[in-house]
Each structure stands twice: as structure tokens, then as C-alpha cells.
């Protein structure tokens, strides 16, 4: 890495700055992406593993615990005043030590805030309450995680082959099943209800 990299990254991250407050069509995605970008120069392979396999991981987990106890939708409620750690342990009945454990997480990848003594909602997390993201969730945990964490063992097994059968890849090692995709959904509710959410979802919030 050298600093005229980071200065040319720094530069068109800047330019789309300027076309982002103009309002200018792909300029969204445009510093998402230079940030990422960014990010990929700068980072150490020490910091690539924590962030990927334990920051990431967590927060994900967090997010399908909130799926059951609502704290997103609390603080939206909450608005701009926000809410304490005890008050929103009340209203999510999650033990405050470890409510405050979970949201401190959550807080420091930017989900949420905390500011004078309440956590705040963020225009994300302000966003998740929405039933298709509420069940996205749902489906990228339960359904398509176990599939993506056992691939290395399933490729093992397997002599690293490209799979053939629709009946016999990494899906059916990880849910210990026969069937395709889409028959096991069926026969496995709600995960066929999720899927739908989660494709509905899929490009919400962008032109068509």
C-alpha cells in the first residue's frame, strides 16, 4: 500500500462526495463501494479477521435475537429522545446486563447509537423493523447461513467437485435433507414465507 493510493481513493471518494449531495443517479452506491474500497486498502489481515468472522458474525446473531424482542422497532418509537438501557430491558424483556452487552455491539458497528445515557435509532436500524427485512433476516440466518458455514466440510467431503444434483450440494449437507431447494421450503414453514420477504426485499429502497 502506498499513500498515493490512499490519496487517489480519498480523492474519487470525495468526488463522489460532491456527486452524492448533488443528488447525481449511482452516486450512493458509488461511495459504498469506494469505501469498501477503502477500507480493503487500509486494512490489516489481523483487522479483515476480527471484522469478518467475529464482528460480523455477532452482529448478525444480534440481529436475529432483536428479531424476537423488537429493541429497533422500541427506538423507533423512541425517536430522537431515545431510550435508556433499563427502560428499553423493560420494554424488550432482555436482562439489562445483558441487553446493554448486545446493544453496546450493535452500537459499535453503527446500527445503533448511544449518546447521554440512551441508545438512539439510526436511519438503518430505523429501517429493519419492516416485516420483508424483519423476515430477510430470518431466512439468511436459519436458512442460507448453515449453508455458507458448512461449504468448506461439504467441498471436503465431496473432493472439492462442483455439485451436479440439485439434490446433493451444501444446502442438503447443512439442513440434512434430500430435497431441493424449493420443495424443502415448502415442506419446511415458515422458511418458504421468509424466502418471500427476503426477495421482495431483495432490491427494496432502489429504481427499478
Known amino acids: 500500500m502506498t499513500s498515493s493510493s490512499v490519496s487517489s481513493k480519498l480523492e474519487s471518494l470525495a468526488a463522489a462526495g460532491e456527486a452524492y449531495e448533488k443528488n447525481?443517479?449511482?452516486?450512493?452506491?458509488?461511495?459504498?463501494d469506494l469505501s469498501g474500497l477503502l477500507i480493503a486498502t487500509l486494512e490489516i489481515p489481523s483487522e479483515f479477521i476480527q471484522r469478518s468472522f467475529w464482528a460480523e458474525p455477532a452482529m448478525s446473531a444480534q440481529c436475529?435475537?432483536?428479531?424476537?424482542?423488537?429493541?429497533?422497532?422500541?427506538?423507533?418509537?423512541?425517536?430522537?429522545?431515545?431510550?435508556?438501557?433499563?427502560?428499553?430491558s423493560e420494554k424488550t424483556g432482555v436482562e439489562i446486563t445483558l441487553l446493554?452487552?448486545?446493544?453496546?455491539?450493535?452500537?459499535?458497528?453503527y446500527l445503533v447509537t448511544y449518546e447521554k445515557g440512551a441508545f438512539h435509532a439510526t436511519t438503518l436500524s430505523?429501517?429493519?423493523?419492516?416485516?420483508?427485512?424483519?423476515?430477510?433476516?430470518?431466512?439468511?440466518?436459519?436458512?442460507a447461513g448453515p449453508?455458507?458455514?458448512?461449504?468448506?466440510?461439504?467441498f471436503r467431503k465431496t473432493g472439492y467437485k462442483q455439485p451436479?444434483?440439485?439434490?446433493?450440494?451444501?444446502?442438503?449437507?447443512?439442513?440434512?435433507?434430500?430435497?431441493p431447494f424449493f420443495?424443502?421450503?415448502?415442506?419446511?414453514?415458515?422458511?418458504?414465507?421468509?424466502f418471500d420477504f427476503f426477495m421482495s426485499a431483495y432490491r427494496a429502497g432502489k429504481a427499478n
Open 126 to 143: 430505523n429501517g429493519l423493523p419492516e416485516q420483508n427485512y424483519q423476515d430477510s433476516i430470518s431466512f439468511c440466518y436459519n436458512v
Open 147 to 154: 449453508s455458507f458455514n458448512g461449504s468448506p466440510e461439504y
Open 164 to 179: 451436479t444434483s440439485l439434490t446433493d450440494g451444501p444446502f442438503q449437507d447443512a439442513h440434512k435433507t434430500q430435497l
Open 64 to 88: 436475529k435475537f432483536a428479531a424476537g424482542v423488537q429493541p429497533f422497532q422500541d427506538l423507533k418509537e423512541a425517536g430522537d429522545a431515545g431510550l435508556s438501557p433499563q427502560v428499553l
Open 24 to 32: 447525481e443517479a449511482g452516486s450512493r452506491e458509488a461511495l459504498i
Open 100 to 109: 446493554q452487552r448486545l446493544m453496546r455491539h450493535l452500537t459499535t458497528m
Open 183 to 194: 420443495e424443502w421450503l415448502v415442506a419446511t414453514p415458515p422458511h418458504l414465507s421468509n
